[in-house]
């Protein structure tokens, strides 16, 4: 670990506080600033995929996408141990997990996927199991990165459970009427229970077609709250972490141009296919660090753009098409308040990637190798969030 500061200035945004307290001047500008502070450099070659950092145990947690293996690490960047495991072996937990693996503890690894709980030690050695009860498997998404994490709540864990097919497709209103967005799972059965419904304000419930993948929500949990956005809706819900789960907010949110998907005509819409389109806007991920909401999201393409995309026709087409507006349309964060002012709202800093955790308020980003120079190593940066006045 890099242990002296960079002091490196990312952003530096002015605002106005809405209302002023004992100690600070309301008509006095406050600037936000998102310090990179530290780094983590781990000497490997091979594109890694960031999963889980824990500075109190001196431990980061990685995924080789072409290797399929998972490379744990100490804060000084050397590699502790690796292992994969095939789809069928008797101590695998099936082709991928649902969210990021993450440590219990020095030396335990804890994968959550649609056939229940596995821990292992570094080396990939099967610790412990809790199978999923056959009747209760579902084909749940999955995902190698930190973008989805597993939250331990009490003795449960808490997920994102998005289920592209269900007894009813993406034509019918049925799926949306249905859809339950998040999934509680027993770390000592691997019993699995779905819930939250989406919002009935949602633009999934317009009777259109969506993309499932548009579907899935990204959340966060402050004390006996729960913060979740679903995917392409931007809007912020707030509800009670217990059941009945009842809403205590639904907040627009101001995204700069962000597109909505309308959704496509259920007549048209081929029910079998699972698709992705970028010329419309996506929040991706959702994390609460310290006194402030961080939302990851990308805005789609006006309307020319978007036409033009959905009018390619093969893959040199594409290439060209990419060439030409890959700048324009940069990812972005935004920064709320607690009870979702919009505070700040910047494109992605200059080699910030969009995966990101929140560990002990501060935030740990996952670096974009640089295109001009061929990199033998993989980095993520520590970012906190510092509020000043002029």
């Not at 289920?163 to 049925?174: A, D, F, S, V």
């Not at 249905?178 to 999934?183: A, D, G, I, R, S």
């Not at 002012?341 to 080699?351: A, F, G, N, Q, T």
């Not at 560990?359 to 993989?378: G, H, I, K, M, T």
Request: aromatic content about 12%.
């Amino acid at each position: 670990m890099i242990r002296q500061s960079y002091l490196l200035l990312l952003v530096i945004a002015a605002f106005f506080a809405c209302q002023g307290t004992e100690t600070e001047d309301a008509s006095e500008p406050i600037k936000l600033e998102l310090e990179v502070t530290d780094s983590v450099r781990v000497p490997y070659v091979g594109v890694l995929s960031f999963m889980d950092i824990r500075p109190e145990w001196n431990r980061a947690l990685f995924f080789d996408l072409q290797k399929r293996s998972f490379v744990s690490t100490d804060l000084q960047g050397n590699i502790l141990g690796q292992f994969s495991k095939d789809r069928d072996s008797p101590d695998g937990f099936g082709s991928f997990p649902m969210a990021a693996g993450r440590f219990l503890d020095q030396n335990r690894i804890q994968l959550v996927s649609m056939y229940g709980v596995f821990e292992y030690d570094l080396e990939g050695n099967l610790l412990r199991s809790a199978k999923t009860p056959k009747d209760e498997i579902k084909g749940f998404s999955g995902r190698m990165d930190a973008i989805r994490e597993i939250f331990p709540v009490g003795n449960r864990l808490l997920l994102t459970g998005l289920l592209p097919r269900t007894e009813y497709n993406k034509t019918q209103p049925e799926f949306y009427d249905t859809f339950q967005q998040l999934v509680w799972v027993d770390p000592q059965s691997g019993s699995m229970e779905q819930f939250l419904h989406l919002d009935s304000a949602s633009i999934f419930q317009n009777n259109r077609s969506h993309e499932p993948t548009t579907l899935s929500a990204t959340f966060d949990i402050r004390e006996d709250e729960l913060f979740v956005i679903s995917g392409g809706d931007p809007f912020l819900n707030v509800y009670e972490l217990k059941a009945p789960y009842k809403k205590l907010k639904r907040i627009p949110l101001e995204l700069t141009d962000f597109q909505v998907n309308p959704g496509e005509d259920p007549q048209k819409a081929d029910p079998r296919a699972i698709s992705f389109d970028p010329s419309y806007g996506m929040i991706s991920k959702l994390t609460i660090v310290g006194d402030y909401l961080l939302i990851n999201y990308t805005t789609g393409y006006e309307d020319l753009d978007r036409e033009e995309y959905q009018s390619i026709q093969s893959q040199d087409q594409w290439q060209d098409f990419n060439a030409r507006v890959g700048e324009k349309y940069k990812p972005r964060l935004q920064v709320l308040s607690l009870e979702g002012e919009k505070l700040l709202d910047i494109e992605m800093p200059d080699r910030l990637g969009n995966v990101f955790v929140s560990r002990d308020e501060s935030l740990w980003f996952n670096v974009l190798p640089n295109p001009d120079v061929e990199e033998d190593f993989f980095q993520i940066n520590k970012v906190e969030i510092k509020k000043s006045r002029d």
